[in-house]
């Protein structure tokens, strides 16, 4: 069983910057796809961003495109999302996920207990 729990998350201005990490246990981390989603009050879980296994591919949702990066450090075992220019409507709480083999972009089956990001305008 593969273990996730997110840290990083805070409150933070309009256009300033948050680097969230997701630490994974449990398992050995390198043939895993990771991603990450959130989920705003009232509404449905997004997926924001994605990378494969080895890292070499990466996926964004349209609204965080050139304002989120997602890289996987498999010696750390550790996902990161540098979030910049953060917005308001990126209010919400963020998910790590994994997959192992099949899945990548948006089908995931682990995930951790998420961390808050608040953005005030």
């Known amino acids: 069983q593969l273990q996730l729990v997110e840290s990083g998350g805070g409150l933070v201005q309009a256009g300033g910057s948050l680097r969230l990490s997701c630490v994974a246990s449990?398992?050995?981390?390198?043939?895993?796809?990771m991603a990450w989603f959130r989920q705003a009050p009232g509404k449905e879980r997004e997926f924001v961003a994605a990378?494969?296994?080895?890292?070499?591919?990466?996926d964004y949702a349209d609204s965080v495109k050139a304002r989120f990066t997602i890289s996987k450090d498999n010696a750390k075992y550790t996902t990161y999302l540098q979030m910049n220019s953060l917005k308001f409507e990126d209010t919400a709480i963020y998910f790590c996920?994994?997959?192992?083999?099949?899945?990548?972009?948006?089908?995931?089956?682990?995930w951790g207990q998420g961390t808050q990001v608040t953005v005030s305008s």
């Open positions: 996920a994994a997959t192992y083999g099949v899945g990548y972009p948006y089908d995931y089956n682990y």
């Open positions: 449990g398992r050995t981390f390198g043939g895993y796809s």
């Open positions: 990378a494969s296994w080895s890292g070499g591919s990466t």
